[in-house]
């Protein structure tokens, strides 16, 4: 049996961009995704702690540093800057796998930083 199971999470980011013309995605500092095991165009849940919006799109490396979090295209409907979000990242798994996996949860610190 395979099930899906929780791979990352970066928990309590902040929003510093919206930008509505750009096809969707998030944009986010590529140290926070090598920190929490994330890759360019990995599938991602962005939970918004301020509105409640679920949002569902891909990611795209931001600048190494920037402390970027840009919620691009449709989604930048959803948030805005300042809002604090989690973004969510799943994998499938084996049960008996899935028993023994540890997921990545990264806290950035102010400004997004590790």
């Given at each position: ?9 970066v ?13 969707g ?10 920190a ?19 949002i ?10 920037s ?11 959803r948030?805005?800057p300042?809002?604090v ?25 102010e400004?997004?930083?590790?």
């Amino acid at each position: 049996m395979q099930i899906e199971i929780l791979k990352s999470k970066v928990h309590r980011a902040v929003i510093t961009e919206a930008n509505l013309n750009y096809v969707g995605s998030l944009t986010l500092d590529e140290d926070l995704m090598d920190a929490a095991n994330m890759i360019e165009n990995e599938k991602v849940h962005i939970v918004n702690v301020n509105n409640g919006e679920r949002i569902e799109t891909y990611l795209i490396k931001g600048k190494r540093g920037s402390g970027v979090a840009c919620l691009n295209g449709a989604a930048a409907r959803r948030g805005e800057p300042g809002d604090v979000i989690i973004v969510i990242s799943y994998a499938i798994m084996d049960f008996e796998e899935a028993k023994k996996h540890t997921p990545t949860i990264v806290f950035p610190k102010e400004g997004n930083k590790l």
